[in-house]
Structures are given as structure tokens and as C-alpha cells.
């Protein structure tokens, strides 16, 4: 296998993973995640939206069939493996058991609210849950916003618009809250990753990077997989030092090793697990070479 990226992150892409059961297909592989178990759960917008494996691709269990939208769109496991489900076009986020029974919904689905209103929500791209239990959303492709809520539900406060600025969106596409509770927003067509404490307060932003889709961080480093015409991987420090990175339309190895990437997940061991979409619709596992 070609080995893509560079000093003490350099991977090998696993040639097929997982290991389909017959006449599936993913569809656009939309987002994952990774519990505590190392499972890993795949969120796409095929006939099986939510599946679940092991980390050799072998095939664990299904669920949510014929309950979401055309386009559900983010997936973020909490820390007791509940799993929190965000679908754009139902203007919802939806907690789950990790077998699948729902257990709360934030936001009314098919109402979502008008972009001028500023509240929850209109097209929502992602959710993350801080060290402190208070979970933040990314309204991102109609609200432009972030709503901090507490672990109980209530709404506690939001930020951001539409614009160019700090604290300003072009596209919230997905979100992380970091071990230093700084809420990191992917503004996927700003070209940047824009940080902020976690009263919406501007801290900094990285823009050495194209399109930004999803970030995911694992043993206190940052994984970003990158859209766009060189859509690809990036792995960062906490303090916004690149490590490594490689794409799809990368000359020599890399080439090819990404095609659509639109989410991205760690398991224990350090693989990569890259959703895509467009022409990919697949996942790409990547291994540390």
C-alpha cells in the first residue's frame, strides 16, 4: 500500500473497508464516530443510515431505517456511547440508545426557524458535547449560528452570522469542543477553522486549509479532513501547528487516496476513518504506516 502523510503521521489506506454485507451500498457516507468500544458507527444516506462495525470492517448491526431525511447530515457519540444524530433537512438533533431508541429530539422537525430569528434551527450540521456536559450545536447552512445548550436541554446561548469576520459563518458544516472547553467551528466555506471559548468569546482562527468539512481529536490532536478540489487530511496540534497532511489530488502516492471526504473518525489504535461523498461514497480507512 502507498504510504501518504508525513513524519510521525504517515498512514497506509486500507484497500476495502468495511466488509459490506451483499447488495448493501453506503450511499454518501455522510459522518462517523467511534465509541468506547471501538465501534465504529457510519452515518449515511443510503437504505441503512446508521451502521455499526468493528474496526476490521466486519459487520455488527443496523438501525434507523426509514427514519431520516435525504440528507442527515452529522453523528457524535457522548461519553456514556449514547448517540446523538444531526439531520440538516429535518432541522433536528436527535439523541439515541446505541442500538437506536430515541431518547430526546432539540429542535421541531420539518419547522425550522427563520434565519433572521437567530434561534434553533435551520439547517443544522453537527453537535458536540464540552468536558462540562453543555452541548453545542452548529446551526450551520440557514442559521449561521452556534447554540450552546446544557446538558438538560435549555437553551443557553447563541452566537455568530452570516459574514467574513470573526464570530462571523459562511458555513458551520461541523463542530468539536476540545479538552480546553474551546468550541472549534469547521466554517467549511470561510476556508478556516474558527475557535472560541465557551461563552462564544473569538480566540482564534487557522487558515492554513481548503474547505474544512469535519474535525474529530483524539489524545489531544486534531484531525480535519479538508473538501474541496484537494479534498485530503490534516492532523494539527491543539495550538494550530500542522503535523501532517495529504489529499486525493496529490501527484504520486497520495493520489486517489481521497476522493469525497465530508466526515472524519479515530479509533483507539489511531486509524482514520474518512466518510465520503460525491464520487466516493464510501469509507477510507487509513492505518498508521
Same mark, same amino acid.
Given at each position: 500500500?502507498?504510504t501518504?502523510?508525513?513524519?510521525?503521521?504517515?498512514?497506509?489506506?486500507?484497500?476495502?473497508w468495511?466488509?459490506?454485507?451483499?447488495?448493501?451500498? @453506503?450511499?454518501?457516507?455522510?459522518? $462517523?464516530?467511534?465509541?468506547?468500544?471501538d465501534?465504529?458507527?457510519?452515518?449515511?444516506?443510503?437504505?441503512?443510515?446508521?451502521?455499526?462495525? #468493528?474496526?476490521?470492517?466486519?459487520?455488527?448491526?443496523?438501525w434507523?431505517?426509514?427514519? @431520516?431525511?435525504?440528507?442527515?447530515?452529522?453523528?457524535?457519540?457522548?461519553?456514556?456511547? !449514547?448517540?446523538?444524530?444531526?439531520?440538516?433537512?429535518?432541522?433536528?438533533?436527535?439523541e439515541?440508545?446505541p442500538g437506536?431508541?430515541?431518547?430526546?429530539t432539540?429542535?421541531?422537525?420539518l419547522?425550522?426557524?427563520?434565519?433572521f %430569528? $437567530?434561534?434553533?434551527?435551520?439547517m443544522?450540521?453537527?453537535?458536540a458535547?464540552?468536558?462540562?456536559? !453543555?452541548? @453545542?450545536v452548529?446551526?450551520?447552512?440557514?442559521?449561521h449560528?452556534?447554540h450552546?445548550?446544557?446538558?438538560?436541554g435549555e437553551l443557553?446561548?447563541?452566537?455568530?452570522? %452570516?459574514?467574513?469576520?470573526? $464570530?462571523?459563518? *459562511?458555513?458551520?458544516?461541523n463542530?468539536?469542543?476540545?479538552?480546553? $472547553?474551546?468550541?472549534?467551528?469547521?466554517?467549511?466555506? !470561510? !476556508?478556516?477553522? %474558527?475557535? @472560541?471559548?465557551?461563552e462564544?468569546?473569538?480566540?482564534?482562527?487557522?487558515?492554513?486549509?481548503?474547505?474544512p468539512g469535519?474535525?474529530?481529536?483524539?489524545?489531544?490532536?486534531?484531525?480535519?479532513v479538508?473538501?474541496? *478540489?484537494?479534498?485530503g487530511?490534516s492532523?494539527?496540534?491543539?495550538?494550530g501547528?500542522l503535523?501532517s497532511?495529504w489529499?486525493?489530488? #496529490?501527484?504520486?502516492?497520495?493520489?486517489?487516496?481521497?476522493?469525497g471526504?465530508?466526515?472524519?473518525c479515530?479509533d483507539?489504535?489511531?486509524?482514520?476513518y474518512?466518510?465520503?461523498?460525491?464520487?466516493?461514497?464510501?469509507?477510507?480507512?487509513?492505518?498508521?504506516?
Amino acid at each position: 500500500m502507498a504510504t501518504v502523510g508525513s513524519g510521525d503521521y504517515q498512514y497506509e489506506r486500507v484497500p476495502e473497508w468495511p466488509n459490506m454485507p451483499k447488495y448493501w451500498a @453506503f450511499g454518501a457516507a455522510s459522518d $462517523g464516530a467511534v465509541n468506547s468500544k471501538d465501534e465504529v458507527y457510519i452515518f449515511s444516506r443510503g437504505a441503512h443510515p446508521l451502521t455499526i462495525w #468493528d474496526t476490521d470492517g466486519n459487520f455488527i448491526s443496523s438501525w434507523g431505517e426509514g427514519t @431520516f431525511s435525504a440528507n442527515p447530515h452529522g453523528i457524535y457519540i457522548a461519553p456514556n456511547d !449514547n448517540v446523538w444524530l444531526v439531520d440538516r433537512d429535518f432541522h433536528i438533533a436527535t439523541e439515541y440508545t446505541p442500538g437506536g431508541e430515541t431518547i430526546r429530539t432539540l429542535g421541531n422537525k420539518l419547522a425550522p426557524s427563520p434565519s433572521f %430569528q $437567530g434561534m434553533p434551527f435551520n439547517m443544522p450540521s453537527g453537535l458536540a458535547i464540552a468536558p462540562d456536559g !453543555n452541548m @453545542f450545536v452548529s446551526d450551520g447552512y440557514g442559521g449561521h449560528r452556534v447554540h450552546k445548550f446544557s446538558a438538560d436541554g435549555e437553551l443557553l446561548l447563541s452566537w455568530g452570522k %452570516q459574514g467574513t469576520g470573526p $464570530g462571523e459563518f *459562511a458555513l458551520l458544516h461541523n463542530i468539536w469542543v476540545d479538552e480546553r $472547553g474551546r468550541v472549534i467551528i469547521a466554517d467549511r466555506e !470561510n !476556508n478556516r477553522i %474558527q475557535l @472560541f471559548d465557551g461563552e462564544g468569546n473569538f480566540i482564534e482562527e487557522w487558515t492554513d486549509m481548503q474547505s474544512p468539512g469535519d474535525l474529530w481529536i483524539q489524545d489531544s490532536i486534531v484531525y480535519v479532513v479538508e473538501q474541496g *478540489a484537494g479534498t485530503g487530511v490534516s492532523v494539527w496540534t491543539l495550538d494550530g501547528e500542522l503535523l501532517s497532511r495529504w489529499r486525493g489530488s #496529490d501527484e504520486g502516492a497520495a493520489a486517489g487516496s481521497v476522493i469525497g471526504g465530508h466526515g472524519i473518525c479515530v479509533d483507539s489504535q489511531g486509524s482514520i476513518y474518512v466518510t465520503e461523498i460525491g464520487q466516493g461514497e464510501r469509507v477510507s480507512k487509513f492505518v498508521r504506516a
